[in-house]
């Protein structure tokens, strides 16, 4: 794991007086990335001198082959600690239902409220009703990557380093003030799920630091640069597809970018092939082959030519080439470049192409 290089934007102030009250917490967020962070808040509530009063998370969903109704990661963590839990459709105040939904909330009396990858749109009327407000643990250096999807869209732009910040929310798009932030570098062969892994925990960590001592971290709170943002959309399927036009450099972080879902893939004449994994590209290796053009199948690699790399814009410039490691043919499992170069399913001169349809 790479080391984490925290980057406090406060220092602490340590002569402040504690209070013996426990500070009233409300917890929102739905997927693994969330429970990480609330599993660390229930660890550390003697500690942090809180109590998680209630657990917000989105309703219950029907998944896999049978569409059984699945309760969220970070429900499970809730019910697992006997902390109430709340699913709410909504919050807004023009349905009955979202009426409810802010009644409730206020009568668990928070004092705080930490979201994290939540998933609902929380109203001006919501952000006000915890007495220091909410708290949002995002997983981007902000103003870098605002959105759905930041830990995606680092890899896919190429991103040397990411991380995670504590925010004070308000009414925007992940506009608040930022209370603290930490930096991770992004490996090479980071895909978005080992990415998505450790910037869980660095959430953890952060929030903990944070809850130490929220009144400074309040107070010297920095504004974002708003010039400096970006919009990580909500990822689609169809991005999956490979544009082998590409150079090899963006096709491979695309491939680590989108692991695991929704995945990449391409089209071996009419049949679908899942691309799972391929190796960093050092260097450029020319090709005047097509793209999509298989150049050759190796037992360590499949050599596949690609677009011009990413540092040539001539018209004549070679073409760069892709060292994919792992595929899957439909309705087959996963094999490696070894398996397939022992197989008979891919040849030297086939070629990778677009959607059929």
Known sequence: ???????????????????????????????????????????????????????????????????KLSASAVKQVAVANNIPVEQPATFKKSSVEGLAARETLRSYQPEVMIVAAYGLILPIGVLKTPTMGCLNIHASLLPRWRGAAPIHRALL?????????????????????MLYKTSTDIANDDSAASLHDRLAELGAQSIITVMQDLESYQAKAIEQDDTQANYAEKLVKSEGEIDWTQSAATIERQIRGLNPWPGTYTFLQDQRVKILASL????????????????SVGRKAILVACGKADNESAAQAPASTLRVTQLQFAGSKPVSAEQVCHGNQLDDGDRFTSNPD
């Open 157 to 177: 732009a190429g991103d040397k380093e990411t991380g995670i910040t504590i925010m004070q929310m308000d009414r925007g798009l992940d506009t608040g003030d």
């Open 1 to 67: 794991m790479t080391a984490a290089d925290n980057t406090l934007i406060n220092d602490a102030n340590t002569d402040l007086p504690l209070s013996t009250a426990k500070r009233r917490v409300v917890f929102a967020g739905t997927p693994e990335f969330a429970a990480t962070s609330l599993q660390a808040l229930i660890a550390q509530q003697e500690a942090l001198n809180i109590e998680v009063v209630a657990v917000y998370t989105q309703p219950d969903r029907k998944t896999g082959r049978g569409q």
């Open 280 to 295: 960093p590209v050092n260097e450029t290796q020319p090709t005047t082959k097509a793209s999509g053009t298989i150049i």
